[in-house]
């Protein structure tokens, strides 16, 4: 596996650096983040950026296999754990005290790490996926907890909710937007979070077009990017 492959390669590198003070942390915050998902943990703090700058590589050309490693990081999670979206502890509290006791349903949840986590916190929520990526980048799921398997549409007209949390929903095709239309037939009062990267990674341009977005301070202030996608958490209505 990619992952096991990265995680000793990555011990070896904080031995190596362990005096580096650029280097030692991005390469601790990978590894420890790799050990904790084996275990079906979450990192406990946002991960810093991984990569490293011209300059810092240049002024040490050791920087550079290491710069290649923590690149494929974010495909190591895709392809062995099934995760597109990283949460972490501190945010998942965040997003615990945001919900506040309410009906969360969660859609296109892929292996439900985030719901899993929130179950853990005595959140009420319904997971869903239609599992449409599986045989991709990963080719079986294995979610962390229980999922119901059927579309974001059928959930959405299948179970009463106050929340709707979507994240990294696909660029290929528009299935963001029938959800957000059903939301708004249906005259939802409640919050529809949602986690991507506007009018780039995630999502199809017609929604980011037609979506009234507000950048949660309260979702975002441990939520950051670790590499080039830079994905925040909006309230869409």
């Given at each position: 596996?990619l ?23 991005k ?12 275990k079906?943990?979450?990192p ?99 979610p ?94």
């Amino acid at each position: 596996m990619l992952s096991q492959m990265m995680i000793s390669e990555l011990t070896g590198y904080a031995t190596k650096f362990q005096n580096h003070t650029i280097a030692y942390p991005k390469i601790l915050a990978a590894l420890s983040t790799l050990q904790a998902l084996k275990k079906k943990q979450l990192p406990l703090m946002p991960l810093p950026s991984l990569a490293f700058s011209e300059s810092q590589i240049l002024k040490d050309l050791r920087l550079m296999p290491v710069d290649d490693l923590l690149s494929e990081f974010r495909q190591t999670l895709i392809t062995d754990f099934g995760i597109w979206h990283l949460p972490n502890q501190r945010w998942i509290i965040d997003l615990h005290h945001f919900i506040a006791g309410r009906r969360v349903l969660e859609i296109m949840c892929g292996n439900a790490i985030m719901t899993y986590a929130l179950r853990a916190m005595g959140d009420n929520i319904i997971a869903t996926d239609n599992f449409a990526w599986q045989g991709q980048d990963i080719q079986t799921p294995k979610p962390w907890t229980q999922v119901t398997q059927m579309s974001g549409l059928t959930a959405i007209n299948s179970f009463p909710f106050d929340v709707v949390i979507m994240s990294w929903a696909t660029d290929t095709d528009t299935s963001d937007v029938t959800i957000l239309s059903a939301l708004r037939d249906k005259q939802f009062t409640g919050d529809f979070i949602v986690i991507g990267e506007k009018n780039q990674a995630t999502n199809s341009k017609k929604f980011w077009q037609i979506a009234d977005l507000t950048i949660s301070k309260t979702l975002n202030q441990h939520h950051q990017q670790f590499d080039f996608i830079h994905d925040q958490v909006f309230i869409v209505k």
